[in-house]
């Protein structure tokens, strides 16, 4: 199964950038780059999503590597409600259209 | 528009006892998810239904784990026999499409004695 790789924690003080790292050198070349977060008890929420150009979207942006071998999540000004967990996500077009989650970032906000 | 929801939010259970859970997906949406998350660790795709239909099933454990959505909308997932290692937060999803975004619901929150 295809595999992403994050770091377990990041801490960021508030409004400040905060740029979270991602490794997936066995993506594939029709596999796209999904981001979710999960803020405590709810449900993952979809962040954004790219193939292979940086993506910018009202939450955040998508910096892709050009072999998209890695990505980058950038929060621009991140805020104490911006804790969450963060998870890269390989979405899989061969077959069934599936995610494959890994353990995620667990961003930490300092007021 | 109105989210996925879920029903019950917490179930305690004594193992080898039956459990179901409930899921109303978004209106429209062809398809459904159902995840498992121990706690830690990221959600696990157990069941996938492209609207009536299983596409993908290959980690459910088919022993004590079904799954059905009839009609194409509602969804419910049971787990009988229960066993320790069941507890978790089972999350369902759905989608447009399944190659669109995903929108949880909040989870149900298992915990076997």
Known sequence: DAKTTQPNSMESNEEEPVHLPCNHSTISGTDYIHWYRQLPSQGPEYVIHGLTSNVNNRMASLAIAEDRKSSTLILHRATLRDAAVYYCILLITSGTYKYIFGTGTRLKVLA | ?113
């Open chain 2, 1 to 113: 528009e109105a989210g996925v929801a879920q029903s019950p939010r917490y179930k305690i259970i004594e193992k080898r006892q039956s459990v179901a859970f409930w899921c109303n997906p978004i209106s429209g949406h062809a398809t459904l998810y159902w995840y498992q998350q121990i706690l830690g660790q990221g959600p696990k795709l157990l069941i996938q239904f492209q609207n009536n239909g299983v596409v993908d099933d290959s980690q459910l454990p088919k022993d004590r784990f079904s799954a059905e959505r009839l009609k194409g909308v509602d969804s419910t997932l049971k787990i009988q026999p229960a066993k320790l290692e069941d507890s978790a937060v089972y999350l369902c999803a759905s989608s447009w499409v399944s190659y669109n975004e995903q929108f949880f619901g909040p989870g149900t929150r298992l915990t076997v004695l």
